[in-house]
């Protein structure tokens, strides 16, 4: 094994993440029936605005495979998805994943706004799904030398605990 493994490419395929977008009052009042009207005559013309922030934040690879709006305080969660993609690094992509977040903060803040009169806050948030969690990097004693010094020196300690053990058993 190379112990550079974790810089090679990766590839990602299927579920990338999902995305949490909660949208408040900026008065903290609850939502009166206006919002909840706008959505369901326009939420084609949301999926579409948000699917073009995916397309230009993390290339035309992506799409969105998912859309719902939940009530409450509106709550809109966002599948994002590929058929096949290689990362070259995957700090940089987790980076991209991270600058998409806060154009779709705005993107949902100005639907609203243009929409529905009102002053809202967006705040945001993502979770890995199963294609972007198998493309994580994982540490192994070959690419870490500080998890391979903690092998050798607790496997010492153990051999010179034992030794000490036979020692006093034998007097």
Same mark, same amino acid.
């Given at each position: ?58 290339? %035309? *690879?992506?799409?969105?495979? &998912? @859309?719902?709006?939940?009530?409450? +305080? ?65 540490? %192994? *004693?070959?690419?870490?030398? &500080? @998890?391979?010094?903690?092998?050798? +020196? ?18």
């Amino acid at each position: 094994m190379n112990p550079f493994d974790w810089l090679r490419p990766r590839t990602i395929q299927g579920d990338v993440c999902f995305v949490r977008l909660t949208v408040h009052s900026r008065d903290g009042e609850p939502f009166e029936e206006r919002p909840w009207r706008v959505l369901d005559n326009s939420n084609l013309r949301l999926r579409e605005e948000i699917a073009a922030v995916v397309r230009e934040n993390m290339g %035309s *690879a992506f799409e969105v495979r &998912a @859309l719902t709006v939940g009530r409450g +305080s509106i709550e809109i969660v966002v599948l994002i998805g590929t058929v096949y993609y290689a990362i070259s690094r995957y700090k940089n992509f987790v980076e991209s994943i991270e600058l998409m977040l806060k154009q779709l903060k705005e993107v949902v803040k100005h639907f609203f706004e243009r929409s529905a009169p009102m002053s809202v806050t967006v705040s945001a948030s993502w979770t890995p799904a199963g294609g972007l969690t198998a493309a994580a990097p994982v540490a %192994s *004693a070959r690419s870490n030398p &500080a @998890l391979w010094y903690l092998i050798v +020196s607790h496997a010492a300690m153990l051999a010179v605990i034992l030794w000490l053990l036979v020692l006093k058993l034998r007097t």
